[in-house]
């Protein structure tokens, strides 16, 4: 008898549920190598910044020195700049007024001290003087010793009209100083030959 032909199985696909996820594919290694990549350049970049800015620094270090040192250069011609002009400005003191600072003996006239009562005080409150004058020319010395007299009445004049203000601000003594010599200087200019060049105080008391 001739055998019957068994029929194919058929085989049937399960339907998926609802609600099941598939799993996913499989990563491919490629993608895993691109990352890698990223990586390496990402950190390459980096290095490479710190080596660029290290190399900035060290550059720069030299010319930032040799600035620091020409400044340094440049102060301390200043200083011996200054100290050479300071010297020259003493020297020029001790030249007219002689050693030490002080003013040439046969070129200074003493005058006697002068005593005067201040202005406003009702006769309570005094100034003495002790004034020298730096002439100008040695000869005119002998002129003042001879009109000593009227030169201590100028400058009791000039004395007259100055209050205990007048007398204790802080410029007092230089504004002083400069009436006495234009008041001195105008009284004798046409008497004698030569000028006051400067009035200086040995003494100057207030009470």
Known sequence: ???????????????????????????????????????????????LVQVAVVFYVVATKPSTAGEAKGEALKSEKKTESGAKSEKKSEKGEKGEKGEGGKADKDLVYDVEPVLNNIAGT????????????????ASLKEELKSNSVMIRDRICSVL????????????AKDAIKKEIKDRVNGELKDKMRGTILEVLFSEYLIQ
């Open 160 to 171: 007259d009209t100055k209050s205990i203000f007048d007398l204790e601000g802080p410029k």
């Open 122 to 137: 009702q006769g309570t409150r005094y100034i003495k003087i002790t004034a020298h004058f730096v002439l100008s020319e």
């Open 1 to 47: 008898m001739a055998k019957e032909k068994e029929a194919p199985v058929e085989e049937k696909e399960e339907p998926v549920e609802a609600g099941e996820e598939q799993a996913p594919a499989a990563k491919k290694p490629g993608s895993k190598n691109s990352m890698l990549v990223m990586i390496l350049a990402g950190f390459l970049v980096i290095v």
